[in-house]
């Protein structure tokens, strides 16, 4: 079981690290507005995921550590946003682990907005970026009820959804990470290291 665990926990943070190292340079580099919306669902679409075949708490918070590590390896470093990766996975945890509350897009929602409130306030009060710090409490309000809330909505639908289909995925595929070189499994197991050799690779280069 351990072995299964650290493979899906490479798995679930090597697909969300490659939306984030791939998609996320694209929309930054771009200057999109709102970048962090569509990231932000993907991330919390590959959590609900992870958590039908990983329930243990503390997965999510895994998941998020090494998709940080994976961003970490293959972008210009920008402290913000691996913070950002990381308190998606504690706020997860804590909705959909500990407290548990019934309603899925309820949870999905409030995860949302706990996450963009703490990102906010620490970028702008602890590690105090010039940008949100001359924007001050109003940019705090403003990333929180404009872009959470675009995030909020979008995962309140999502999440629930993404739940749904890892448990019918895990009906038809009970256990796709246990290492053995079957269709599936194997399957998995060369995306996995896939997507972690580019990673690396990427570093060096």
């Not at 650290?6 to 970048?35: K, M, T």
């Not at 210009?76 to 691996?82: D, N, Y």
């Amino acid at each position: 079981m351990k072995k299964e665990y650290i493979l899906g926990i490479l798995f679930f943070s090597g697909l969300w690290g490659i939306s984030e190292s791939v998609l996320g340079d694209v929309l930054y580099s771009a200057n999109v507005p709102y970048a962090s919306v569509p990231l932000t669902i993907i991330g919390f679409v590959i959590m609900a995921v992870a958590q039908v075949y990983f329930p243990q708490l503390g997965t999510a918070t895994l998941v998020a550590a090494c998709a940080m590590l994976y961003k970490f390896l293959n972008v210009p470093f920008f402290f913000c946003h691996l913070i950002g990766i990381l308190l998606m996975g504690l706020c997860y945890d804590l909705f959909f682990s500990v407290l548990k509350i019934k309603n899925r897009s309820l949870s999905a929602a409030a995860t949302v907005y706990l996450n963009y409130l703490l990102f906010a306030l620490m970028i702008t009060y602890v590690f105090r970026y010039e940008h949100w710090v001359q924007a001050g409490f109003a940019g705090v309000l403003r990333h929180v009820l404009i872009s959470g809330s675009m995030a909020a909505s979008g995962s309140a639908i999502l999440v629930p959804a993404s739940l749904r289909l890892g448990q019918q995925i895990k009906a038809a595929y009970t256990r796709p990470f246990n290492l053995k070189m079957e269709f599936v499994p194997g399957g998995v197991l060369a995306v996995t290291i896939g997507l972690w050799i580019f990673s690396i690779v990427a570093f060096i280069v």
